[in-house]
């Protein structure tokens, strides 16, 4: 199966460089169906201090690599060296009048960020633009007020303005990612900015605390304690600090939100069997979900809500298995591999990350709802587990152990750029995605 | 495992030793009383008084060495109980017929002990995903509480808890670790 796939994939490449040149002159910023292959260069140069002072002189170089930094984050741009810039910052300007695209089309950069930067006092006024070098077009400029502290904020703006004007997608740079670390001597609940910056600790339960899982609308997350004794499900306003935790007997297992709704589903086994069922936002019982004997498991929704990708031992292994909630019917997803858990459906409805362990190690698969070209995007990296999707569906975070302990890394939609996302003491593992509705 | 049947073994053998030798000394301390008897009225009066005391002694240090001897029986059945875990193939809960056998015992133990309630904990290698092992600890951990249940003990005195991969009694990286932790272990609460 992988080898089909890159094969198809080289044929594809080979056939692209078929193609005339002269589509070249009409620029398609970026093929969403792997923008990842073909990087758009792009160069960010030192901003200018465009009023009187020294304040704003001491921002322009390191604000400009924030955003460039920002900016490579995504995966889609290749970012140009500052040493091979033609251009003399002292001569050139900001604006599209003042610039001269030669300089940078002659360097290879198919789009060009400048920024100016006006420091008065407390305030603190910056303009930004994204330029087409080849058409020498101003893509989008955008003017900011605020705070020298505002500056990562103004840069997370602007980054979520250029990936929605090359993409048409709102991007992830409102977002924050929830994850399990030990380091306290126990396991806690943390948060981080999309690219690991701003740690934040949000349970001090000092027990077994895991599985994190935010509501659509980013103001709950709910996760797993054993506190109380046997694994019980909290859900934890993010506004008030208040959490309830929910009332059945057992194991309680996994909790997911709804999509756009304050529902959750759940695994529990009051029963004697372990089942999943849907519950409100504040742990009341709705209905039950799966009904087969054996263990279900980790589901995750459609974004419509409408069919549930989940874990089941019935046919012998543990498999996926999609089930439509308005038909009820069942079907499965994973026939290849005889271990596949923890699925995450992508927020653009076509693609299933899963975890597939085999051959002593554990792999992050992508594949189709419909069951169709599975990808394994890690190989020969330890162990890789729990993905789950930016909210614009093109980058993927997961935990590995490929370094020793297991930490949380990110990977584009198509398994390329795999970084790490941060080091904290101990170990950390189950990252999960917020929406993108977080600032 | 394999210390405390050594451990069962030697007190099996110890046991009736130390009541035998108890006998024995009762039977010294007779003989040794019933000497001076005959000899005169007076001395026979003198001489029961020193032979009951000297018989009740004896009888309350043998009662005394024997309540040691339960005490101590009781409890290495009880750490028995307690330390010996019942084991499980990989991603399966199935009882095989070693912890079936285990199993018996520890029902024949809560039998003779009705006073006690116990938490069955079902755990899991680390291998594989820590939700999908949080299910099977709970499945593990409910397998055993049927089939203690099938063999009479009352489900009321028996509470399930999954730790799943979270609490491993081996952090070792190989088979022999993750074997001892594929378990069912029982805590008296």
Redesign the interface.
Known sequence: MNGMKSTVGLICVLAALCLPTGLRAEIKYLDLTNPFIRKIPMAVPVFQATGPGDAAVAQVSSFADELQAMLEFSGYFKMLNRGSFLHDPQRSGITKAAINFLNWTTVGAELLITGGIQIQGDEMVVELRLFDTFKADLLVGKRYRGTEGDRRTIARRFSTEVLKTLTGNSGFYDSRLAFVSNGSGH?EIYTCDFDGANVQRLTQKRS?T??PAWSSDGKHLAFTS?VN???QIFIHNLGNGQEVHVRHK??Q??PEWLPGKFELSA?L?FT?D?EIYMLTGTGKMIKRLTNSRG?D??ATWSPDGKKMAF?SKRSG??QIYIKEINTGRVHRLTFEGR?N??PSWSPKGDLIAF?A?GQGE?NIVVIDVDGNNPVQLTRNQGDN??PSWSPDGSLITFSSTREGKSRIYVMTAFGTDQRRLLAMPGAQSHPKWSPNTLY | MRKNIWLALALAIILPTMLLTVSCAKKQVDTGTMAPEPAAEQPVAAAVVPTDDADAKARMEAERLQAQEEERARMAARNAFINEDVYFEF?SAALLPMAQNLLSQKAEYMRAMPGINISIEGHCDE??????N??????RA?AVKSFMVNLGISASRLE?????E?RPADFGQNEEAWAKNRRAHFSIY
């Open positions: 396991k077994i895991s599985f054993f004794g046997p694994s057992g194991v297992i996994a695994t086994s004697g372990q263990i498991v980790g874990v292994r543990p271990y858990t923890q975890s362990m554990i587990e729990a | 991603d291998r594989g995903t820590d939700a999908y949080l299910a099977l600890g709970q499945r409910d399930t808890i999954s730790y799943g979270e």
